[in-house]
């Protein structure tokens, strides 16, 4: 299934209630909200606090992207806070089946994200526990870079070992996609798609999201 995911990122955070209904309206099934910390990656951004204010104004699936150090210590608040879907990132923590599988004791859909030095090959012996893989296709922190198509190799690799041991998992990439690159990235094996700029900024979200959905469900 072809799933838009817009990034919060790139919204207008004086109205980030209207922003995140906009795009749901639009046609976006998931939210994505960048957590950051300051430490794991040069950048701080939002809490707990702010997602569970957003989900008393939207039902949409958020899919919480945490950018921290040790996120064990963090899941219970950000299950509470709303998340519907958590990502971890492999290098940062000790214990990443243990934070995982934490993750699934609440219900909750669990991912894991790697960054671009990364080996795709760490990520096989989690597939069968995850829901999700989130291959960063820029350097994790902030919004607005360019897409590193190197990257999408590790996509093509992690599809290619799914299919092969006959695992069903998603696959999501994130950072610098837009409707002029995105069916690159359907065609390594993404099927998940993070867009910032692209949805936020866009004159028409609308056609930008359908017309992303199509090119993933025709190739």
């Not at 209904?21 to 998931?30: E, F, L, R, S």
């Not at 219900?107 to 030095?117: T, Y």
């Not at 012996?125 to 922190?141: A, I, K, Q």
């Not at 992690?158 to 990235?185: F, H, L, M, W």
């Amino acid at each position: 299934m072809t799933i838009i995911s817009p990034s919060v990122l790139a919204a207008d955070f004086s109205k980030l209630g209207e922003e995140v209904n906009k795009v749901h309206k639009a046609g976006a099934q998931y939210i994505h909200l960048d957590v950051m910390d300051g430490i794991f990656v040069p950048n701080i951004s939002f809490g707990p606090s702010v997602i569970a204010s957003l989900r008393k104004v939207s039902d949409i699936f958020f899919d919480v992207h945490l950018m921290i150090t040790h996120p064990e210590r963090y899941i219970k608040d950000y299950v509470d806070a709303g998340a519907d879907l958590i990502t971890i990132h492999y290098e940062s923590t000790f214990d990443v089946k243990g934070t995982v599988a934490l993750i699934k004791s609440y219900g909750k859909k669990a991912a894991v994200s790697i960054k671009p030095a990364t080996s795709p090959e760490v990520i096989f012996p989690l597939l069968r526990e995850l829901d999700m893989v989130l291959v960063m296709t820029v350097e994790p922190g902030f919004g607005g870079q360019k897409m590193m198509p190197d990257m999408l190799k590790k996509v093509r690799a992690i599809r290619e070992y799914a299919k092969e041991n006959g695992i069903d998992v998603d696959i999501q990439v994130d950072g610098g996609i837009t409707p002029d690159n995105v069916a690159s990235a359907f065609e390594a094996g993404a099927n998940v798609i993070v867009a910032g700029s692209a949805v936020f900024k866009a004159e028409n979200p609308e056609k930008v999201i359908s017309d992303m959905i199509a090119t993933g469900n025709s190739i």
